[in-house]
Nanobody, 122 residues
Framework: QVQLVESGGGLVQAGDSLRLSCAVS????????MGWFRQAPGKERECVAA????????LHGDSVKGRFSISRDNDKNTLWLQMNSLKPEDTAAYYC???????????????WGQGTQVTVSS
């Protein structure tokens, strides 16, 4: 059973930075493509970024390009999301997810964490 646990969320001011972490249990982390998604109240779940199994390729959503960066360490079974220049519209619950392919389609992901809240004040 794969378990994903997010951490690093919190309340910050506009312009600040945060680094989210996702710890993945089990020895199969390197076999999964990984993604970060977010969902704000009343809005659909949005892909923030996704990264391939090896970490050699990644994609970032248009709304976060140039500000957010996804990375992973397969030796540490950990996924990160570095978030810079945060804006109030980045406020959401952030989720990490594991799947078979690197995609922005949430339906392709098999395992999900419980989420961590990020709140950005203006």
């Amino acid at each position: 059973q794969v378990q994903l646990v997010e951490s690093g969320g919190g309340l910050v001011q506009a312009g600040d930075s945060l680094r989210l972490s996702c710890a993945v249990s089990g020895r199969t982390f390197s076999t999964y493509a990984m993604g970060w998604f977010r969902q704000a109240p009343g809005k659909e779940r949005e892909c923030v970024a996704a990264i391939s199994r090896s970490g050699s390729s990644a994609l970032h959503g248009d709304s976060v390009k140039g500000r957010f960066s996804i990375s992973r360490d397969n030796d540490k079974n950990t996924l990160w999301l570095q978030m810079n220049s945060l804006k109030p519209e980045d406020t959401a619950a952030y989720y990490c997810a594991a799947g078979a392919v690197t995609t922005d389609d949430a339906r392709q992901y098999l395992h999900w964490g419980q989420g961590t809240q990020v709140t950005v004040s203006s």
